[in-house]
């Protein structure tokens, strides 16, 4: 067990990072030394006040935009990364923390598992954090567990797995105005469709990410992989906190995508995101069947909200980070997520 | 990557020795070198003959009951020791195991988690395990994964857990003679009833193991147990390839449990093993509910049968045995469960 408390900086206070830093602030051992943003409307304010919440740590946290200062007077044991999708993006933000001899977790979805997208940095970041003695995780709800680790999981009471259909079928409306912009609700089909041409629509960011992960941790490549995206059109008005679709404009974001591993089995991924599902009889939930012996049939319905999933994991995964060997790690390497309700200090085993 | 093929020995040839043996031997890069059993029917015959299959190895395994004579010429990697169901009766084995210098993976359901029932055994064989270098695991698919991991795993998109419920509704009729003996499948109530007076019904042997694993993994303790028994009486005949219960008897057993962990919250657990459920409309699966931040409601329906998830989850295990530091350790404490598709060296990352 770990004496002192568990030293947690936040770079980037978003919506994941700011639910980050609430979850935190409820569980014991923890203590929040620094938040890390650009956004100069928070800069300069104290963490509690933007949070809305009173003070229980035994120091204020001021809101920064200058991490060097942060990484360097409160030597954090980790940093919970929340600012980009892309590993590109977060690599030099990653390079940064890890230089500073502190261990990283990241929301990018990329970062899930970089071999997939960029070997190179992923080779590169893996040097670093063994050289500067770091671990340095990517996680999320998904890419990281729903649609990929659970079916990695479930493989584990199989003897043959033959070819996969994992679906994640859920719900935009608890999202904010960001999400529906990258997804495209209220758009028309015409404004839709000439933003995807135009390579201007993300969509989900982890399908490649996912296959794998999958793939890699059966002892398997990939030998094939494509993914396609296509409006949801609306065939009635509807209407979430954050967006509004009238009917025949687009109301979310289909996407699939078809894997063939090299010993021909295939992986299928469907994932529809889409406000106000059940307006059309659409339930929601997570869903892993596999061929093989024995076949698998697993839902967990409703769906694992997007947010709070993401959150929740990327705070849960800690003690594992810090009790892991140095180096690049995905979710297939580390012990299986767990929440953590007790002290997290507890669950740390490695000084 | 491995070199050498990986070297496994089978101690205990019943029906789920023999099975992993017919696993191992569809996988690529595994040798099986002995395999010991002491039942004299098929002491001193080719593992081959007695499996019924062609020896597709490049030498033959005679079926032995010396297990010293075995460890010592063969020099296994691991010992998958499928004997028992206590930690008891296995724990002498496992120590002669490890005693020279072997990895063990015990299908025991108390080594699911030894520390539930035999806190000093678990930790004389951690020390030992230590002490000579090598890793023992406990497993199973119950308990070890649907009642127990798979809860720990779906906590991890959580961030606050409230109580449990966790069922397994399954049929016996995959299973043979000894299982319906063991579950009383035929027995009159009152026959049922004084051997459960008696303590000669086993039932299911997991729950405590499964709530330790569960609250340990979320950094809590328990503060109470309690679990109970009952037969499910059939009031049509039903019959399955090895048993029979005729209208009135007993046809399986009904076990659920209750704990209380230290902050208050329960964990229920509901277990009904019958023959032919189908018959009165029972559907099997296993259920897993959560209540929290998000909830949880998983389901895997029907149930994943026991005796082929047992022997997978045992064989799927053997590369995280081989790559864990030494000790005793349960399947909390390794990374995920996941099915060998491809050459299994490849799996192996410590030399």
């Given at each position: 067990?770990?004496?002192?408390?568990?030293?947690?900086?936040?770079?980037?206070?978003?919506?994941?990072?700011?639910?980050?830093?609430?979850?935190?602030?409820?569980?014991?051992?923890?203590?929040?030394?620094?938040?890390?943003?650009?956004?100069?409307?928070?800069?300069?304010?104290?963490?509690?006040?933007?949070?809305?919440?009173?003070?229980?740590?035994?120091?204020?946290?001021?809101?920064?935009?200058?991490?060097?200062?942060?990484?360097?007077?409160?030597?954090?044991?980790?940093?919970?990364?929340?600012?980009?999708?892309?590993?590109?993006?977060?690599?030099?933000?990653?390079?940064?923390?890890?230089?500073?001899?502190?261990?990283?977790?990241?929301?990018?979805?990329?970062?899930?598992?970089?071999?997939?997208?960029?070997?190179?940095?992923?080779?590169?970041?893996?040097?670093?954090?063994?050289?500067?003695?770091?671990?340095?995780?990517?996680?999320?709800?998904?890419?990281?567990?729903?649609?990929?680790?659970?079916a990695?999981?479930m493989s584990?009471v199989m003897?043959?797995?033959?070819?996969?259909?994992?679906?994640?079928?859920?719900?935009?409306?608890?999202?904010?105005?960001?999400?529906?912009?990258?997804?495209?609700?209220?758009?028309?089909?015409?404004?839709?469709?000439?933003?995807?041409?135009?390579?201007?629509?993300?969509?989900?960011?982890?399908?490649?990410?996912?296959?794998?992960?999958?793939?890699?941790?059966?002892?398997?490549?990939?030998?094939?992989?494509?993914?396609?995206?296509?409006?949801?059109?609306?065939?009635?008005?509807?209407?979430?906190?954050?967006?509004?679709?009238?009917?025949?404009?687009?109301?979310?974001?289909?996407?699939?995508?078809?894997?063939?591993?090299?010993?021909?089995?295939?992986?299928?991924?469907?994932?529809?995101?889409?406000?106000?599902?059940?307006?059309?009889?659409?339930?929601?939930?997570?869903?892993i069947k596999i061929?093989g012996?024995p076949a698998i049939n697993l839902?967990?319905?409703?769906?694992?909200?997007?947010?709070?999933?993401?959150?929740?994991?990327?705070?849960?995964?800690?003690?594992?980070?810090?009790?892991?060997?140095?180096?690049?790690?995905?979710?297939?390497?580390?012990?299986?997520?767990?929440?953590?309700?007790?002290?997290?200090?507890?669950?740390?085993?490695?000084?």
């Amino acid at each position: 067990m770990k004496k002192e408390k568990v030293k947690i900086v936040i770079w980037g206070f978003g919506a994941m990072g700011s639910g980050m830093a609430k979850m935190i602030l409820k569980k014991q051992g923890f203590d929040i030394v620094g938040i890390c943003d650009l956004y100069d409307k928070i800069v300069g304010k104290s963490m509690f006040e933007v949070l809305n919440l009173e003070n229980n740590q035994d120091h204020d946290v001021i809101i920064s935009n200058d991490i060097d200062d942060i990484l360097t007077n409160q030597k954090p044991d980790l940093v919970l990364l929340a600012t980009d999708s892309f590993t590109k993006g977060a690599y030099p933000k990653i390079k940064k923390i890890i230089e500073h001899g502190v261990n990283v977790i990241s929301t990018a979805e990329e970062m899930s598992y970089p071999l997939a997208n960029q070997p190179e940095l992923a080779k590169e970041m893996d040097e670093l954090a063994k050289k500067n003695k770091v671990t340095v995780l990517g996680t999320g709800v998904n890419p990281g567990m729903m649609m990929d680790l659970l079916a990695v999981c479930m493989s584990g009471v199989m003897e043959e797995v033959d070819d996969m259909e994992i679906s994640r079928i859920n719900s935009l409306s608890p999202f904010g105005k960001t999400v529906m912009e990258e997804q495209g609700v209220g758009l028309s089909v015409e404004e839709f469709n000439d933003k995807l041409n135009k390579g201007q629509m993300a969509g989900h960011v982890g399908f490649k990410e996912s296959v794998y992960m999958i793939a890699h941790a059966l002892g398997l490549e990939i030998d094939h992989f494509e993914q396609s995206m296509k409006a949801i059109v609306t065939d009635i008005n509807r209407k979430s906190p954050y967006g509004f679709a009238k009917k025949g404009d687009v109301c979310g974001v289909e996407m699939s995508a078809k894997a063939i591993l090299n010993n021909g089995k295939v992986i299928h991924m469907y994932h529809p995101q889409q406000i106000e599902p059940e307006m059309v009889g659409v339930s929601t939930g997570d869903y892993i069947k596999i061929k093989g012996k024995p076949a698998i049939n697993l839902a967990n319905s409703p769906e694992v909200e997007g947010g709070i999933g993401t959150i929740s994991i990327c705070v849960n995964m800690i003690p594992q980070v810090l009790n892991a060997h140095p180096g690049l790690k995905t979710m297939i390497d580390l012990p299986v997520p767990r929440a953590i309700m007790g002290d997290v200090r507890k669950l740390i085993i490695k000084e």
